[in-house]
């Protein structure tokens, strides 16, 4: 299959336009004439995902989180990106990327975590746009079927999520809750547009200090489950989009996370 037809299938599905200005996203890598018969699914690139490309003979790796950001002055063995940029052109794998536009998309990141992953239902949009008469936005709100208490909450999260521990930021007067906001990566900017919409808690990863201060003050609580703790299901969302439209061979290898527990 030309990766071509694969980027028009998820350009049309997840559009590009839908990403935040200051992203990049779509293909950073590779020719799209180019044949893909194996995909790698993985949060980010780095070189271990790279021996895995090559180890499994992918033609095309598909990330989360794009391996560039800003543009290069060069592209050689003497930094770490040209390094690796270098190594997929050597090895003639593409690398395309699918990052804020893929948050905001219904049917994106955010439900994905929310409604597959979590068994919530009928999301609405936490931060709400519309671009060509399409409505999207970063986070989702969802009401809860009963009134849960942060603890068992935090509970029911790390059971979901695979997790031994999270962080929380408690409010001072603490209630039960019964709407969550959920924000996939780094969305604790987000707490005062969730607690204007009635959520008794965000849930999202890197909590900064001077934010959760503030949040507590002001009585709203948060949990961070962490960066690559909330979006690592990246990869079974595309499985499962790529799967089902295309006869393709697909492998996910995450190679994380990166802050680990002592």
Known sequence: MKLSKLINFL????PKYLAEEWDNVGLLVGKRDSEVERVLLSLDITEKVIDKAIEIGANLIITHHPM??????NITGDTLTGKKIIRLIENKISVYSMHTNLDSSKSGLNDFL??????LKDGKILDSSEKNGIEYGIGR??????????EKLSEILKEKLG??????????????????ALVSGSGSSYWRKAKKLGAGVLITGDVKYH???DAKEENFSLIDIGHFESEWVFSNLLEDVLTKEFEIETTIFNDGPIFEKM
């Open 141 to 150: 709100i969802y009401k809860l079927n009963e009134v849960l208490s942060i």
């Open 11 to 14: 350009e049309e599905k997840f």
């Open 114 to 119: 929310g409604e597959t992953i979590l068994g």
């Open 163 to 180: 997790l031994d521990s999270i962080t929380v930021v408690k409010a001072n007067e603490i209630k039960g809750i019964k709407k969550i």
């Open 211 to 213: 934010e959760a201060m």
């Open 68 to 73: 560039i950001f800003k543009p290069l002055k």
